[in-house]
């Protein structure tokens, strides 16, 4: 029964609460619209550089009204100051309506930090935009209303003024101050006759953090820290910011600079502040204020353009012109020579013709038994199987290049040509890509305005076109059109062996240090492909595509070494799979190492005991040129060979060159792995490049050592190549250690590391290292094609391995 009369009356029940609702609504309303009836509002004719003292309530609201005379060379600033205690609860609304423009903010002003900690600012000055004017002045109202919601009253301080160095004079320093609720903007409008200026902010305060902005003359102007970058460029700054503009991109051609000073400094690398304890918790952000000057200069004209890059062009077409002059000197002397040789010929077979065969008998006799009492019985091994077994051939003490380039020439020189196809092959599919994400990196800075992707020296950062640092593009034309040039003369070089091949040539087929170019095409290519992947690197360098610019370094150094090794060793130098197979592991470890390797011990450990395994690997198997196993049984061949050699033998064991080589080259590897887990430095992919670029330096330092000890002479050419490289490469290191930005620190303290051009107004320390470093390579590229000329004439077994 009550189930059923509760149903029954339910009805009922609801209509009645929606009743009851519908009135408490009405009632609300009505003592809403009857407040507002009662509230005051007291408009007052304000006047400029005057302060107002006033207090507002709910119950009141102040609209204050200037007269105002608008000069496109002046502005307005408005400064607020509440005093009342607590006011954050019920901040004082300010709104400021001018003509085409509304500004309107509270007091105290709240700022949000990370992890949305809140900044409370009593004091909030602000400069009100400048709508446009068809005249040079022009007069209007603008009213600034005052209001809250705070019953008991907050007192305020008004004041209006009028900033007359609102509009920037090119090549004039102008100094000021700004603070997180207080930034400052400033116009400038492009003279005649320039096109393109860049701006410069300085400070000699580190920190606050701060941000400058180029924005469109429009309204609003956003400069707060929490809507500085939402249009516009714009960077973060400690000591310095450079943004270069230009004229195309603003159509009234003037645009304002802004500067903010951000709540945090996290953004600049400073220290990470304490985490709120609540959400809602209000910070006191302290002082904050920065001293900063801003002057804005003319930037370069298309005449600095063309002069940059006919200097470039200039530059390397003149190693071409000087290579044409050389090869037409070296042809000539080839001429010569030929004709002195062919000369003696006719003249001994004139001479030999009038002999008999009896007198030719024994004068040949006579000769072959001279030549066999000149060998000694220990100058051959007289096993019998000594000309077929290669593990016998390697047993010799004093191995000879013969020895060790038994194999066909048509199967070395096809193995040795996979090294170019595979390195062209790489270049294409690693490029493309690449030329992708640079460009989307490009489009991205262009878009969002955000300079802050980029690590350019923004102080010689030339734009073109999309291009925001043209100049850096540029510099690396060397490493192609030098690329280029090494392979013209690799050709040459190919081209005259084979025609002294095809006629059975003695010196070619049985003379000198085997020649295989397929690695030298590598090389050439590689240095090719290091100029178009550092040009992309460029076009946004930061941390995660430096791998671009360094992948074909580790590739070039990596080729080299293979090259120095094959002089000596031709028939067992390492296959083109399994060589890029381990420079893709050490690239592989480099990506890691950008990724993971910052401060992560574990991560160092790892590698230091895989580098370490490597070189010992490796090591081995060039000391036993190849006639060694990885098995079950090795950890008891190498006790052995201890205990035989080192232990047993009374004398101690015998340290020949190789072995000397080899153990220097192991403490230098152990000394360079202790060094990375002691300070596990921060830029890993240079760290490993100079591991990479240190060994090849002692190889190439042994193999001129050793050549020089095995009665082996440089020819000329060679040691003017070797000369004028050292000295190449002293140049552009100095210019490389110049450090003109890094990714390793924020971009605004990689800001602090730009400098001003120092080459025709265009290019910088960065583009002199690619000048010098892409001749340096070509320089070093020439030495090893050059430095066994000399050998030419020598036959094979008297030719020393090492």
Known sequence: MVLRSRCKFGPVLVLFQLGYVALLLLCVTHLRFARAETKTVVQKDAEFDVTYNDTVTSDNQTIYAFNHTVSRNKGVRVTVDVLSEGAESSPILFVVRQKQAVLSFQVPLILRGLYQRKY?????????CQPPTRTLTETQYFFVDVSTLSSLGTHYQLRISRVDSFTLHTDKKFSFTASPSQPQYFKYVFPDGV????????SEMTFPCSVMSIQDIQCPVYDLDNNVAFIGMYQTMTKTAAITVQRKDFPSNSFYVVVVVKTEDEACGGPLRFYPLRPDELIDAGNRSKTLDVVVSPAINSDVYVMGMLFCLGIFLSFYLLTFLVACVENKRSVDRVTVVYSKYIISYTLLFPLSERSLESVTGRSRQESLSSIEEDDYDTLADIDSDKNIVRTKKYLCVSDLARKDKRVLSKKYQIYFWNIATIGVFYALPVIQLVITYQTVVNVTGNQDICYYNFLCAHPLGNLSAFNNILSNLGYVMLGLLFLLIVLQRDIIHSRALDRNDLN?????IPKHFGLFYAMGTALMMEGLLSACYHVCPNYTNFQFDTSFMYMIAGLCVLKLYQKRHPDINASAYTAYACLAAVIFFSVL????????MVFWIVFSVLHILATMLLSTQLYYMGRWRLDSGILRRIVYVIYTDCIRQCSGPIVDNSSLTYIV?????????????????????????AIAICNLLLYFAFYIIMKLRSGERIQCM?????????????????FFFQGLSTWQKTPAESREHNRDCIVLSFFDDHDI?????????????LVLLTMDDDLDNVQRDKIFVF
Do not use: Q
């Open 120 to 128: 409370p600012y009593a004091h909030v000055g602000r400069t009100l």
């Open 195 to 202: 096109d393109t200026a860049i701006v410069k902010v300085n």
């Open 508 to 512: 070619a087929l049985e003379c000198g």
């Open 593 to 600: 190492g950008v990724v993971f390797g910052k401060g992560n």
């Open 665 to 689: 080259w192991l403490l230098f590897c152990l000394s360079r792995a202790a060094y990375g887990l002691l300070k596990t430095p921060n830029d890993f992919a240079s760290y490993l490049l």
């Open 718 to 734: 060679a040691m003017v190549c070797i000369l004028f490289t050292a000295v190449v490469w002293g140049f552009a290191l100095f």
């Open 769 to 781: 290292w690619h000048f010098l470093s892409s001749i340096a390579m070509f320089g070093s590229f």
